[in-house]
């Protein structure tokens, strides 16, 4: 076993002195990025480093906390995952919503903004029965019937299966208890890739759900301004450090989190630079970013994931096509029967779907969002969210999320549509 561990961190090395090979306009850009990080935490503007109680607790704790009740339900997929759904129920006639977390994410996402700003609690105060889900592998979700966390073929898995077992388990079942479809399904980055492949592949669940509505809607991202775009030129090496260090989960998070807690909140000088990094990598926009939460967050994110997840990412980037997994032509001959991965068949989702999505978003650029656009046969909103710096993480994150997105969403789920579709295509069109 150590001497895996040993084999892997000399990888790791090689790796690193690997990087010098890059082509040199990629390194210097990275070399400013990182000037940029700590130029930019000079003059900061104070985070608060004062003890936060939820900064230790977990999302059930935190909800009651906020004085709302609470359940966990763990439910099983096909394929033998156990996962969390946490639930601010609502009263007997209340109209069911689920909630779906993005990548290296969980169902704290929709409450660390706190009462009366957080997503969940909106959703709560309104009526609604609220569900928040977790993703097979995260902090509430790493668990199987049989095979263990510390078994790769666990980790074997990326955000395909989260379409096709994941959701349809979570739909089914709150579908089931409440003896009515889903009234409305959230998504935000990933919980929006993984919920256009349930209603591509597995269409009889997505006639259990009324409407979708996808914050930074993740599908085409060849667009992509984030440096998070040379992980792959790396990605081979990625994968085998994985593999040997963390038997391919994607680093070990709990690890990762206990790190970045040390280093970042340690003192102030420290928490800017981390939250400068953070910017760096998903837009910047430090008005948005309320530094008090920095503890909360950060006891719950980063969340595990597999390295698969981001590696069939890298390929939708790379192919610029929503397709099914790449294992290798071989591989790809005897899975799919046929050299190329198939594409994810968009075109015939009958959910009426929301779009929701930011200019200074570095993960989706509004490139990508209106390819999406036009791939959708069903789109009932399309909306670019009012402040031009909203990055990618202020749709669950920003101080004004409220005001900005949320209020939107709940207008459109009380079915009072903002615009029609005829006007939607106007505006797509005109801006082409
Ligand atoms: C990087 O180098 C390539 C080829 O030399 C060039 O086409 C490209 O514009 C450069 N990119 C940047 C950001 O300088
Ligand atoms: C940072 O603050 C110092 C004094 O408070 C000031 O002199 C300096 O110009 C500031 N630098 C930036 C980049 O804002
Ligand atoms: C930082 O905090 C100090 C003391 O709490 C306050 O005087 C100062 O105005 C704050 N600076 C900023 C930029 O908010
Ligand atoms: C909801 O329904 C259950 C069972 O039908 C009943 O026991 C309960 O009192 C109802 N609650 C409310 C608030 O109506
Ligand atoms: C991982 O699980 C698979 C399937 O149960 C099993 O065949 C394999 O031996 C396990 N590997 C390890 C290292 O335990
Ligand atoms: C923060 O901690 C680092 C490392 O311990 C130290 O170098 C730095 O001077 C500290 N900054 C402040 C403002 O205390
Ligand atoms: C989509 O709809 C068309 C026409 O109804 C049908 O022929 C096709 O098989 C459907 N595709 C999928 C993936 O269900
Ligand atoms: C920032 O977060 C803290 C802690 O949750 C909260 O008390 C404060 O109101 C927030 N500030 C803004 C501007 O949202």
């Given at each position: ?49 004062e003890f936060n109680p939820n900064a230790i607790l977990n999302t059930p704790e935190m909800i009651r906390k906020a004085g709302y009740p609470t359940e966990s339900h763990v439910i099983m997929t096909e394929d033998g995952y ?336 903002p615009k029609n579709v005829t006007s939607v295509n106007n505006i797509v069109n005109n801006q082409n």
């Open positions: 076993m150590d001497e895996i561990k040993l084999i892997g961190l000399m990888y790791l090395l090689s790796f690193c002195s690997h990087l010098s090979a890059l082509p040199i306009n990629v390194t210097s850009e990275i070399s400013m990025l990182i000037k940029r990080i700590i130029w930019t935490s000079r003059n900061q503007s104070n985070i608060s480093l156990l996962l969390t759904l946490h639930r601010i129920p609502g009263g007997n006639d209340s109209l069911p919503v689920l909630l779906q977390h993005g990548f290296l994410s969980s169902s704290a996402d929709w409450i660390v903004l706190g009462k009366g700003k957080a997503l969940a609690y909106l959703l709560a105060d309104q009526g609604y029965d609220v569900w928040l889900g977790n993703f097979r592998g995260n902090t509430y979700s790493k668990a199987h019937i049989f095979l263990s966390p510390l078994n790769s073929t666990f980790w074997s898995y990326s955000f395909h299966e989260m379409g096709i077992y994941d959701l349809p388990a979570m739909i089914t079942f709150i579908t089931n208890m409440r003896s009515q479809p889903l009234h409305t399904y959230i998504g935000h980055s990933m919980g929006t890739t993984s919920f256009f492949i349930m209603a591509s592949e597995r269409p009889k669940i997505s006639k259990m759900v009324q409407m979708m509505v996808a914050l930074a809607p993740v599908v085409l991202i060849k667009h992509m301004q984030s440096p998070v775009q040379y992980l792959n030129l790396i990605r081979s090496e990625i994968k085998t450090v994985m593999r040997l260090l963390f038997h391919d989960e994607f680093f070990q998070s709990d690890i990762v989190r206990f790190l970045l807690k040390k280093i970042c909140l340690r003192n102030i000088s420290l928490a800017e630079i981390c939250s400068n990094f953070m910017f760096i990598i998903w837009g910047d926009d430090r008005e948005q970013f309320n530094n008090t939460l920095l503890p909360v967050i950060l006891n719950h994110f980063p969340a595990s994931a597999s390295t698969k997840t981001l590696l069939h990412y890298a390929q939708i980037f790379d192919s610029d096509k929503f397709r099914k997994y790449d294992y290798g032509r071989v591989k790809n001959l005897l899975i799919y029967n046929s050299i190329d991965p198939p594409n994810y068949d968009l075109s015939n989702i009958t959910v009426p779907i929301a779009l929701s999505y930011a200019d200074n978003d570095w993960f989706i650029s509004i490139e990508d969002v209106k390819r999406l656009y036009h791939l959708l046969p069903n789109v009932v909103d399309m909306y670019e969210v009012p402040w031009p710096k909203f990055n990618h993480l202020d749709f669950i994150w920003g101080k004004d999320a409220s005001k900005l997105v949320y209020d939107r969403i709940l207008k459109i789920m009380r079915g009072k549509n």
